[in-house]
């Protein structure tokens, strides 16, 4: 298996405009996670899906932020609309269990200017 | 909420010393304990993962125990090597529902090997 898998692994846009960042799962995960990481506040779980399902969404900033798991190989994350403190780098995880090893994409690193 | 935190926060040492990485947690209810590490802009690796009924694990060079009890747990590295040169982060989940599959992690000590 090749990983997790994100894209784009940068992302540069403007405030205000939408972005959207995407993961594939490791295939046979039944549990996805979005993390984001900033030298303020280390890594932090955002949302976490089970089965396509979000079950802890509490760690959303703000409704500018959403998640969607339309299948068990797919997930998205999307800030609209974007803004200059939403810059960080955003991992995706995944794990068979949800307190099984986590395996980590390469993180998307964005840029809002 | 569940605070994970790192000692020392930085660490540079000669190659071939031996280096104990600590890592604290403020909830002892955990179920497990990763210890990840991660290279200058890359993911996160896994190295090792401690359940909360087992005391310590290992994997080549590297060696984790779990002392569940006082919130505690130390990532033992053997003759380090420059190729060890990294961040090492730690993480835990609880043992708890309506927290289960979220990984609390501490801030990291980045280590640095030099030949």
């Known amino acids: 298996d090749a990983g997790v898998i994100q894209s784009p692994r940068h992302e540069v846009t403007e405030m205000g405009q939408e972005v959207t960042l995407r993961c594939k799962p490791i295939?046979?995960?039944?549990?996805l996670f979005w993390y984001r990481q900033t030298m303020m506040r280390g890594l932090e779980l955002l949302i976490y899906f089970n089965n396509n399902v979000p079950i802890d969404d509490s760690g959303m900033p703000e409704d500018r932020f959403s998640a969607k798991m339309p299948n068990a190989s797919f997930s998205t994350l999307k800030i609209q609309p974007s803004e200059p403190r939403d810059s960080a780098v955003y991992f995706c995880?995944?794990?068979?269990?949800?307190?099984?090893?986590?395996?980590f994409g390469q993180g998307t690193r964005l840029t809002v200017v | 909420k569940q605070e994970v935190t790192q000692i020392p926060a930085a660490l540079s040492v000669p190659e071939g010393e031996n280096l104990v990485l600590n890592c604290s947690f403020t909830?002892?209810?955990?179920?497990?304990l990763q210890w990840f590490r991660q290279d200058p802009g890359k993911g996160l690796t896994s190295l090792l993962l401690?359940?909360?009924?087992?005391r310590e694990q290992t994997s080549g060079r590297l060696n984790a125990s779990l002392d569940k009890s006082s919130g505690r747990s130390t990532l033992y590295i053997a003759a380090s090597q420059p190729g060890d040169s990294a961040t090492y982060l730690c993480a835990v989940s609880l043992d708890r529902g309506s927290t289960l599959g979220r990984l609390y992690f501490g801030r990291g000590t980045q280590l640095t090997v030099w030949p």
């Open positions: 295939s046979g995960h039944d549990y």
């Open positions: 401690i359940q909360s009924s087992q």
């Open positions: 909830d002892s209810a955990i179920y497990n």
């Open positions: 995880a995944s794990s068979v269990q949800r307190n099984t090893e986590a395996f």
